[in-house]
């Protein structure tokens, strides 16, 4: 998984993760990282990295989960794909 940025007008962090060949993005909104760290404004972006970083796991789980279909649980249900290109 890797993070492809900012999604400014979308308020997100875009992560790619390769699933079956195919590069899947995903967008993870700012507010969920706000609520994981506890505050109501925007997390710096070292941290939102670091806060990447630490649930690499999850989110890659939580990916895969939203691109069979599913819907991952909370607070990952936040996240959203991106439509294939």
Known sequence: MRVLGK???Q?????????????V???VP???????????????HQAAYEWIET????LAHAIR?????ARP??????ITLEPAA
């Open 73 to 78: 649980r909370a607070p990952f249900d936040q």
């Open 55 to 58: 649930r690499a796991h999850a």
């Open 65 to 69: 989960t939203l691109h069979s279909g």
């Open 30 to 44: 700012e507010a969920l990282l706000s609520a994981e760290h506890g505050q109501e404004a925007r997390v710096p």
């Open 11 to 23: 308020e997100a962090y875009r992560l790619g993760l390769e699933i079956a060949g195919t590069e």
């Open 7 to 9: 999604d400014k007008r």
């Open 25 to 27: 993005v995903a967008l």
